[in-house]
């Protein structure tokens, strides 16, 4: 995940699969997807009234979580 302060959105990797289309499913949420259209990210804008940005909840992800604060 990555918050941009000076924009206010928030983008949500989901791949390192490049995008080739985006599809805005809500106002300010656009979904963007690769070739075989699979989900590769998610872009909030005006995130900070969308998302609760202090407190992000991963819960049993198979992998390891890394942490850069701001």
């Known amino acids: 995940m990555n918050y941009h302060p000076e ?16 599809r805005e499913i809500s106002e300010g ?7 075989e ?6 872009d909030i804008d005006n995130a900070s009234n969308k ?6 909840i991963l819960n049993k992800l198979p992998g390891t979580v890394e942490t850069i604060a701001a």
């Not at 949500?12 to 490049?18: G, H, K, M, N, Q």
């Not at 259209?37 to 998610?42: F, P, Q, T």
């Not at 998302?51 to 992000?56: D, I």
Request: negative net charge; charged residues 30%; hydrophobic residues 35%.
């Open 7 to 22: 924009t206010d959105s928030l983008y949500i990797d989901l791949s390192e699969r490049p995008s080739s289309e985006s």
């Open 29 to 35: 949420i656009v979904l963007d997807y690769d070739p």
């Open 37 to 42: 259209g699979r989900l590769v990210g998610i």
């Open 51 to 56: 998302v609760e940005l202090k407190k992000l």
